[in-house]
């Protein structure tokens, strides 16, 4: 009984003392996977870890949905709240639709939005709540913000609803659009 004791507290204290070894396979995904549905177990990614993924955009799930019945994937009608900061979480607010009044809605794969935030809402849960850090070849690039800006996103997802993809818009598969943002 004493060695297991002491197998125990070992191990436990090498997780208080490096926390972060539980996720390093997490670590081996970085540029690798295009959004989280991507990653084979990405319904055990804990909350508050940073994942990195291709083309640099960082996605941290930071409140996951009590219960996920289904995940955004391309043609669903989302409904969100976001706020979204140039450089990073502190930085100014340069959009959010609690100035606005109303959520905000639109279909994934259908362009509307920029490609980091196209990228990080794939996978996300009905009452999920994530945070994106768009590089600027992800993001608006120039269009509406200074160019080789960073964005920093919190959206929360309020609905997810069937949609039928227009089958002349292409999905976002990390190719511009021709149609432009609004």
């Not at 993001?139 to 039928?164: C, K, N, T």
Request: net charge negative.
């Amino acid at each position: 009984m004493g060695i297991l004791y002491f197998l125990f507290i070992l191990v436990w204290g090498i997780k208080q003392v490096r926390p972060e070894a539980e996720h390093d396979d997490l670590n081996e995904i970085e540029d690798s996977a295009d959004d989280l549905t991507d990653i084979e177990d990405s319904a055990d990614i804990p909350t508050g870890v940073p994942i990195k993924l291709s083309g640099g955009l960082q996605v941290t799930i930071l409140k996951k949905a009590k219960k996920c019945v289904r995940q955004a994937s391309s043609g669903d009608n989302l409904t969100v709240n976001y706020v979204g900061r140039l450089h990073d979480e502190t930085g100014k607010v340069f959009d959010e639709t609690k100035t606005k009044g109303f959520p905000f809605k639109f279909q994934v794969g259908g362009g509307r939005i920029i490609e980091g935030l196209e990228r990080g809402v794939r996978g996300m849960c009905k009452g999920e709540t994530r945070a994106m850090f768009v590089p600027p070849e992800l993001g608006y690039d120039g269009r509406g913000v200074p160019s080789g800006v960073f964005l920093h996103y919190v959206v929360d997802l309020l609905a997810i609803e069937d949609g039928v993809l227009d089958p002349e818009l292409e999905d976002c598969n990390g190719q511009q659009k021709s149609k432009p943002f609004y």
